[in-house]
Every structure is written in structure tokens, then in C-alpha cells.
């Protein structure tokens, strides 16, 4: 799908073109063989300060009924994304590569390994500790929230546009200011409560150098 008419969108003085999208269709099925919906991936061809990257925009499948029975469908989407990175990459063998969202599961489990494979980075991996992550359920971190990147980011020599750094923008005013939850992320919802706050996750980052 072409894109020429949409504008660049400007991200804190970073300018990213959409050149293309598509939205790739995750199929599950439940145990009696019917259809099982959940979100799709999406792919989006683009410019990063006149730099081509393919990003892949991921909301994978709840673990809401427990996540040993639905980690497949974590790994059917983690199989999902490798078809699409093996097209991306018979258009460009080359191509810089940016998978994020919401995975529904750490950076060391089976469904992220798959998604990471041999050519992809997660700087994730490391920020998941006792103390902090992106989301926290029954007072344990979780880091379901993630960015990997293809590995042509990481080149020192003769790379224009390189990976700098990652984190969790985990500020004062996202945070429960007080009670049993203090500094959880501050959520919108409590159930049908609503208390004002921005989301249950923090966000995650990566920044990147462009010479």
C-alpha cells in the first residue's frame, strides 16, 4: 500500500517518512478449532532522517488465561514476524530492521528468542531487573515492553546511523505517587475506576546516532 500522500511526522525533531504499510494477519485457532482473533503486525517501509528502515509494530496475544497455555500463540506471532523479516530482507539483504510493541512476555523467554534469532538485538535484556521494568503485576517486574533492532545498527566503523543507547522512561509523573502501589506505573483504569493516570506500562526507548 502506497503512502506518498501522508505527510512526515515530526518526533521530537526527528522526521520519519512512511513510505509503505501493510498489516499482516497473526491466524490462531482455540482447542475446538475455531478462529481465535487477535492483533495484527504491522509493517511499515520508512525514512528516518533520509535513512530506509522496516519496522515491525507488534501487540502479541494476552497471557490473561495463564501464560503457559497461551505461550503458542506468543510463538506463533514471534513466527509471524521471521516471515515478514524474510521478505524484508530478499527486498534489501541489507535492510535496517526495528521490531517493537507489546509482547506479552520477557526478554528471555522461548517466543523472544525465536523473534531474535541470529540477526536481531535486543537491548532489552539487560533492563529487566528486581526493581524495575516496563509493568509490574502482583509486586514483580515484567518487561513485556520491547525493541530489537537488526544488527547493522551496532556497526563502530563507517556507520552513519548507529544504536546509542535503550531505556525505560519511567519518570516521577508516570508513577503511583502514593499507597500500596507507589511508584507502579500510574494506570488510566482500575477495572471500571477510572484514576487518571497515562497507562499500566511505562514506555520503552532507543536512541540513535546519525552523523
Same mark, same amino acid.
Given at each position: 500500500?502506497?503512502?506518498?500522500?501522508?505527510?512526515? /511526522?515530526?518526533?521530537?525533531?526527528?522526521?520519519?517518512?512512511?513510505?509503505?504499510? @501493510?498489516?499482516?494477519?497473526?491466524?490462531?485457532?482455540?482447542?475446538?478449532?475455531?478462529?481465535?482473533?487477535?492483533?495484527?503486525?504491522?509493517?511499515?517501509?520508512?525514512?528516518?532522517?533520509?535513512?530506509?528502515?522496516?519496522?515491525?509494530?507488534?501487540?502479541?496475544?494476552?497471557?490473561?488465561?495463564?501464560?503457559?497455555?497461551?505461550?503458542? #500463540?506468543?510463538?506463533?506471532?514471534?513466527?509471524?514476524?521471521? @516471515?515478514?523479516?524474510?521478505?524484508? #530482507?530478499? @527486498?534489501?539483504?541489507?535492510?535496517?530492521?526495528?521490531?517493537?510493541?507489546?509482547? %506479552?512476555?520477557?526478554?528471555?523467554?522461548?517466543?523472544?528468542?525465536?523473534?531474535?534469532?541470529?540477526?536481531?538485538?535486543?537491548?532489552?535484556?539487560?533492563?529487566?531487573?528486581?526493581?524495575?521494568?516496563?509493568?509490574?503485576?502482583?509486586?514483580?517486574?515484567?518487561?513485556?515492553?520491547?525493541?530489537?533492532?537488526?544488527?547493522?545498527?551496532?556497526?563502530?566503523?563507517? %556507520?552513519?546511523?548507529?544504536?546509542?543507547?535503550?531505556?525505560? /522512561?519511567?519518570?516521577?509523573?508516570? #508513577?503511583?505517587?502514593?499507597?500500596?502501589?507507589?511508584?507502579?506505573?500510574?494506570?488510566? /483504569?482500575?477495572?471500571?475506576? /477510572?484514576?487518571?493516570?497515562?497507562?499500566?506500562?511505562?514506555?520503552?526507548?532507543?536512541?540513535?546516532?546519525?552523523?
Amino acid at each position: 500500500m502506497s503512502a506518498e500522500s501522508i505527510p512526515p /511526522y515530526c518526533i521530537e525533531k526527528i522526521f520519519f517518512t512512511i513510505l509503505k504499510f @501493510e498489516a499482516h494477519t497473526l491466524f490462531l485457532e482455540t482447542e475446538t478449532g475455531q478462529r481465535d482473533f487477535t492483533r495484527d503486525v504491522l509493517h511499515i517501509k520508512g525514512r528516518l532522517e533520509d535513512q530506509e528502515v522496516y519496522v515491525l509494530i507488534n501487540h502479541w496475544p494476552s497471557r490473561r488465561a495463564g501464560a503457559n497455555s497461551t505461550g503458542h #500463540k506468543r510463538i506463533k506471532a514471534a513466527e509471524k514476524n521471521r @516471515e515478514i523479516i524474510a521478505q524484508i #530482507k530478499e @527486498e534489501n539483504s541489507n535492510a535496517r530492521i526495528i521490531v517493537m510493541g507489546d509482547f %506479552n512476555t520477557d526478554p528471555t523467554s522461548k517466543p523472544i528468542a525465536l523473534l531474535k534469532n541470529t540477526d536481531l538485538f535486543n537491548p532489552m535484556e539487560l533492563l529487566l531487573t528486581r526493581y524495575e521494568g516496563s509493568l509490574n503485576y502482583k509486586s514483580e517486574w515484567n518487561l513485556f515492553d520491547q525493541i530489537l533492532i537488526s544488527h547493522n545498527f551496532l556497526q563502530l566503523h563507517g %556507520n552513519s546511523f548507529r544504536f546509542k543507547k535503550s531505556g525505560i /522512561y519511567n519518570k516521577r509523573e508516570l #508513577k503511583e505517587p502514593k499507597g500500596r502501589f507507589k511508584g507502579n506505573p500510574f494506570r488510566t /483504569y482500575a477495572g471500571k475506576k /477510572y484514576l487518571g493516570g497515562i497507562s499500566d506500562h511505562f514506555p520503552v526507548f532507543v536512541i540513535f546516532e546519525i552523523n
